[in-house]
């Protein structure tokens, strides 16, 4: 995972996405497309607190017996024909798809979106042993071309104008197309419509497992996904170990939340539940399924009281839209696989590596719009806070943060000191006040200063006046309305009385 | 600000956090590449046949298996779980399974549904008003070839007298052709639903010897005939009857289409028709 991630920091990138002016606009266009969507979907389904709360309990019930939902599933999945295999690595997933790849001889293979392939760098591993790796999804396509990461988990190439993608894909044409987006699709269509029929091995991602019957269950809009689980005489699931829901009933509150927080429909255009290879009879289907159960981190969050939650959730991006950090610094910025929110807690725990990713978890104003739009209610700012703890404990935390966290707890604890600190200020400061405010960018001020002015502390701050305010209000009280007086000294009475008088069991 | 995706270069390693082996070893899978001609299957593994080579994986995937649930039930601290545990949250909450439409209700909202994603509708009486409807269509859109799924009611709809231009298959009918080819140039598919969902305008189609999943995904039009008995209120009406069928009685593919096919993914412009059909017709009859 570490080779998704440069060596800048979050900090760096987001610098970089905040200066790219279509990146910000299409960013906060897209969010709030989608953002209104599900606000407007969930608030005419109805019972929306309901319908979150019903899906939390499903998926921590699954995520709590776990052991039980994922070998039934297994079970059931071989009892269909499918060849189940385990990978606790990324590295093990990947070479268990080189290996089947190998074993069919395959020349291509044909990918609807998965974003646990983008966890294992897959097509790049395929590449180098000389199969060809094709994305299906549109946006996927694109951003394959681009060679670049998808920047959003619903809509991948978000940062993309139809200039940019025209040029692509006029590369690959062969000959000039216009920013037109019908042609452009158009064109897309054609050329993968020839690699679907021509590839060896189809390869998807799976957004729910059912245990009772071992099918898997996919949600798209392009038809993409069905191409791949339709054409090719080969198919291969990369499936994250979670996945899991107890039966199809239970698909209905998934099938309920997942669309209408992702897109704001009632239902994707197409809900796939595949149960197996083709039957022997049948004139299409893979011949041949392969499910890979990816853990590549993930029970490691089992029986984590703090992180287990995360588990829980079911790829919606719904975080993303409603995150104000997201808004403004795009899917880039995180510098891994997943972003947004979500992304900022799962990629640290999926890798057990507070130290390298610390950052990303700053990448958060902790306002808790993430836990509000989650369609599973998952915690994900009180999370924020238990990396950034962890960080802390660990001993990566920023000394000079907590040296000043030291300072300012000292300075706090006593009114002498806090008083003698801002006399001292209030002198200092003469140096660097120009109309009221600070502009210097020097020193520990650069950071905040960049951007914004610091106010100069006031010739009378609130603490100088307080002896004086205490005193008027004092007096006010005294110089009351003599009605209003009346009217509050009935009241003080009568709680008396009933007070005392009562007895009905209150004390 | 559009970081390249950075590789960790030809070499291939990945970090390893449970340890194990730095990298893969590359020499195993390196095959002689630029031979497009039949590439010879199981390389490396030397004689191994292929089903040895699946008997293998099936040995490997046995054993894992138990190393891998067992680690689940040691982090979530409690004993491996063989029996169902208790699940009372099962399905949609209980309000909901009160909501049933009236037929009419039920068609009007498929409808309006259906019409909202960009989709077509026809109310039609009978089965002869569907042959007379694709019918026109054919001669309208100049259609050359339509594939139908092999079924009596769509057999009943005469589609191969009333079109002697159009080259009308029969999915699955004849072993010898390619199937999938001839559903991907076909201009018209025709099936029938075996159910719809009014509440999310969804049809549902399932695979079998005389269906094809291909039918329905690769003609440019698809032409959906929905009995309107046919039509429920809730989509977990049709998913609830998944789980009472079981596994065993289950086929291969289970599609819920809700529309045709689009895609938001250039500068969130909608287009519609991306890989599957972008023109669809839903007949609903009686």
């Not at chain 1, 389904?45 to 039980?68: C, F, K, M, P």
């Not at chain 1, 998807?204 to 898997?216: R, V």
């Amino acid at each position: 995972m570490s080779g998704g991630k440069s060596g800048a920091t979050v900090k760096a990138r987001a610098e970089l996405a905040l200066n790219d002016e279509f990146l910000r606009k299409a960013v906060r266009f897209t969010t709030e497309r989608l953002r209104n969507g599900k606000k407007k979907a969930s608030e005419e389904h109805g019972n929306w607190e309901e319908w979150r709360e019903r899906g939390r309990q499903i998926r921590l019930h699954t995520i709590a017996h776990l052991d039980y939902y994922l070998n039934t599933f297994v079970e059931n999945a071989r009892a269909n024909g499918v060849h189940v295999h385990f990978a606790d690595t990324a590295q093990e997933a990947v070479e268990l798809t080189l290996d089947i790849a190998e074993h069919v001889g395959a020349r291509s293979v044909v990918k609807s979106k998965s974003m646990v392939s983008e966890e294992l760098h897959l097509n790049h591993a395929l590449e180098s042993i000389g199969v060809e790796a094709i994305e299906t999804d549109l946006g996927e396509y694109i951003i394959q071309l681009a060679g670049e990461m998808p920047s959003h988990i619903v809509i991948p190439a978000i940062h993309k104008n139809r200039y940019q993608i025209a040029e692509l894909l006029s590369k690959e044409a062969g000959y000039e197309l216009p920013p037109d987006t019908t042609a452009l699709a158009g064109f897309v269509r054609k050329k993968l419509r020839e690699k679907f029929l021509e590839a060896d091995i189809g390869m998807t991602g799976c957004n729910f497992a059912i245990a009772e019957t071992g099918s898997m269950v996919l949600f798209e809009n392009e038809g993409n996904a069905r191409m791949v689980t339709t054409v090719p005489k080969t198919q291969i699931t990369l499936m994250g170990m979670e996945r899991i829901i107890p039966s199809w009933e239970d698909l209905e509150v998934m099938a309920t939340l997942l669309p209408r927080s992702a897109t704001g429909q009632k239902l994707t255009m197409y809900m796939s539940g595949i149960t197996g290879p083709k039957r022997t009879a049948d004139g299409d289907g893979p011949e041949e399924m392969h499910i890979i159960i990816v853990d590549n981190g993930r029970s490691l969050q089992l029986g984590d009281p703090e992180f287990q939650e995360l588990l829980n959730c079911i790829r919606c991006g719904a975080c993303l839209n409603a995150c104000p950090v997201y808004r403004h610094i795009g899917g880039h910025a995180y510098g891994s696989t997943y972003s947004g929110p979500i992304g900022a807690v799962l990629t640290p725990s999926l890798n057990k590596n507070i130290a390298e990713w610390d950052d990303i978890a700053n990448a958060s104003s902790l306002c808790g719009a993430c836990y509000e739009a989650c369609p599973v209610k998952i915690p994900l700012h009180d999370m924020l806070v238990y990396l950034r703890r962890r960080k802390v404990e660990s001993g990566n935390g920023n000394k000079l943060e907590g040296m000043g966290m030291q300072g300012f707890a000292t300075a706090m604890s006593s009114s002498k000191v806090m008083g003698g600190l801002l006399r001292m200020g209030k002198l200092g400061q003469k140096l660097v006040v120009r109309d009221g405010f600070i502009r210097t960018k020097l020193g520990p001020l650069k950071g905040w200063n960049t951007y914004r002015v610091t106010p100069s502390l006031p010739k009378k701050s609130f603490r100088d006046q307080w002896a004086t305010l205490d005193q008027e209000l004092k007096a006010e009280l005294r110089e009351m309305p003599t009605a209003m007086r009346e009217r509050m000294e009935q009241k003080a009475r009568e709680q008396r009385e009933s007070k005392d008088g009562g007895g009905h069991g209150h004390g | 600000m559009m970081r390249p995706r950075k590789w960790p270069g030809l070499s291939l390693t990945w970090p390893t956090p449970r340890g194990g082996k730095g990298g893969i070893d590359m020499s195993k899978h390196v095959t002689q590449t630029g031979s497009d001609a039949a590439r010879p299957t199981g390389g490396s593994q030397g004689d191994e046949s292929r089903e040895q080579w699946l008997a293998r994986l099936a040995e490997q995937s046995r054993q894992k298996q138990e190393r891998f649930m067992n680690n689940i039930s040691e982090r979530l601290r409690h004993p491996r779980m063989t029996t169902a545990p208790k699940h009372p949250y099962r399905g949609a909450p209980d309000f909901w399974r009160e909501l049933d439409w009236t037929t009419e209700q039920k068609i009007d909202a498929f409808s309006d549904n259906w019409l909202s994603v960009g989709g077509h509708v026809a109310k039609l009486g009978s089965m002869d008003e569907v042959s007379a409807y694709i019918t026109a269509k054919a001669e309208e859109m100049g259609a050359k070839f339509l594939v139908r799924q092999d079924d009596p009611t769509l057999a009943g709809l005469g589609l191969e007298e009333a079109l002697p231009d159009v080259q009308v298959s029969v999915w699955n009918s004849d072993e010898q052709q390619p199937w999938k080819a001839r559903a991907a140039e076909a201009d018209f598919g025709v099936v029938q639903a075996d159910h719809a969902v009014a509440y999310t305008g969804s049809v549902v189609v399932t695979s079998s010897k005389e269906k094809g999943r291909s039918v329905s995904l690769l003609p440019t039009v698809l032409f959906i005939v929905i009995p309107a008995e046919r039509l429920k209120t809730r989509l977990g009406e049709v998913l609830i009857g998944l789980d009472e069928a079981g596994r065993e009685a289950l086929p291969a593919g289970v599609h819920f289409i809700t529309g045709p096919s689009r895609s938001s993914d250039i500068e969130n412009d909608l287009t519609i028709g991306v890989h599957g059909p972008g023109v669809v017709y839903a007949l609903i009859v009686g």
